[in-house]
């Protein structure tokens, strides 16, 4: 079936520590993206990637950071640079040209 | 202040009635999308409007966007439980580079059985 992972669905970590969220598609998608989403509101981009081994900055991305060293795969470590990193992360992804995005399940992240 | 205002911020209604969740931006917008969250998931596409006057519908959902392009509205006729959740609007505003999505605050939709 085709579609866009993430895991782990739940994950605690420590402060001071990094820690790797993964999404993975096989939908053939260029463009892969990552957001925060944080109680009572919105989706905030974090980065976004459009081709292999090139990826942007979006509105919020200190803190974290990404690799797009295969098509199917966007990885996102959030550092412990991140101060307030406790969140639900979502990635998303879609064909160049559209802004379609299609979205994985999501995990949430606690910082204990 | 969010580039896209979303309303209510949240809503509770008895089964069976009908209600809106407005989207307004105060700029023309390229595209707009429609997404539904179950908490704690991830976003199911819902709808897509690029033009001006446009209406889609699917099941007892209604989307629209109007003339200017600026404002978008979601109508849910005779809700039941299994729609509730977060609707997230987001668009495709001009200051976006590429295919980027600007999204509202959501409106979390509870229905009473």
């Known amino acids: 079936d085709g579609g866009i992972t993430q895991s782990p669905k739940y994950l605690f970590r420590k402060e001071g520590q990094n820690v790797t969220l993964s999404c993975e598609q096989n939908?053939?998608?260029?463009?892969m993206y990552w957001y925060r989403q944080d109680p009572g509101q919105g989706l905030r981009l974090i980065y976004y990637s459009q081709i292999v081994n090139d990826f942007q900055k979006g509105d919020i991305a200190e803190g974290y950071s990404v690799s797009r060293e295969k098509k199917e795969s966007f990885p996102l470590t959030v550092t412990s640079a991140q101060k307030n990193p406790t969140a639900f992360y979502l990635c998303?992804?879609?064909?160049?040209?559209?802004?379609?995005?299609?979205f994985g399940p999501g995990t949430r992240l606690t910082v204990l | 202040s969010q580039e896209l205002e979303q309303s209510p911020q949240s809503l509770i209604v008895q089964e069976g009635k009908n209600l809106t969740i407005n989207c307004t931006s105060s700029k023309t917008l390229y595209g707009l999308y429609w997404y539904k969250q179950k908490y704690g998931e991830g976003l199911i596409f819902l709808m897509m409007?690029?033009?001006?006057?446009e209406e889609k519908s699917h099941e007892k959902i209604t989307a629209k966007l109007d003339e200017k392009k600026q404002q978008s509205s979601l109508h849910i006729t005779a809700s039941q439980p299994s729609h509730a959740g977060i609707y997230l609007c987001g668009a495709d505003i001009p200051q976006n580079a590429g295919n980027m999505l600007t999204f509202g605050g959501g409106t979390r939709l509870m229905v009473k059985p």
């Open positions: 939908l053939n998608h260029d463009a």
């Open positions: 409007l690029q033009k001006g006057g």
């Open positions: 998303a992804s879609g064909l160049l040209g559209t802004d379609t995005q299609y």
